[in-house]
């Protein structure tokens, strides 16, 4: 079996967010991709949405493919989770011969401030969404997947531009939105 582990805050999700999903399902040969929600990031003091609503617009989301999988093993940790946390976790509940662990260009280029790194870097394959703005010479060793949709949960919050929120979820983004 091969997983990949898609790790975020999706706060809110959006349609890079769906895209690196559909993306990674093409071309890394996967049994599961599993996209696992925080409970909060532990490199940030708060999210807009509540780890349940964030849960709840993934699984509405993606419920129609049985190779994607919502998980709550962050969230039901009620506090901020490491990714070494769940990667072993993941591991070890669905002992696969190879994990993956998508993280955007952003993340990788503070991986070093990451809990465990070596940790982390020793149990599975990084694959790093390339998107507009990032250098993608920089990653000539590492497996990419270029998401050309320059679109962040950051700017998506500021604005609340429903055009990058998925059709299936904006009903209960603009429901949620407070």
Request: hydrophobic share 35%; with cysteine.
């Amino acid at each position: 079996m091969q997983i990949a582990i898609f790790g975020g805050s999706f706060d809110p999700i959006h349609i890079a967010h769906e895209t690196i999903v559909n993306e990674a399902l093409k071309t890394l040969d996967l049994d599961l991709i599993i996209l696992v929600p925080t409970f909060l990031n532990p490199q940030k003091i708060k999210s807009h949405l509540t780890p349940n609503e964030r849960l709840f617009l993934l699984s509405e989301n993606f419920q129609d493919d049985e190779k994607i999988l919502i998980s709550d093993y962050e969230i039901k940790q009620n506090r901020p989770v490491y990714s070494i946390e769940t990667i072993n976790y993941l591991k070890e509940y669905y002992k696969p011969k190879k994990t993956y662990l998508i993280i955007g260009a952003d993340n990788y280029e503070k991986l070093d401030t990451w809990h465990h790194t070596e940790d982390i870097l020793s149990k599975v394959e990084l694959v790093v969404v390339t998107r507009n703005g990032f250098c993608n010479d920089f990653y000539d060793n590492i497996q990419t997947l270029n998401v050309d949709i320059n679109i962040s949960s950051t700017q998506l919050r500021d604005s609340l531009d429903l055009n990058f929120v998925p059709n299936k979820i904006k009903e209960d983004v603009k429901k949620f939105w407070h």
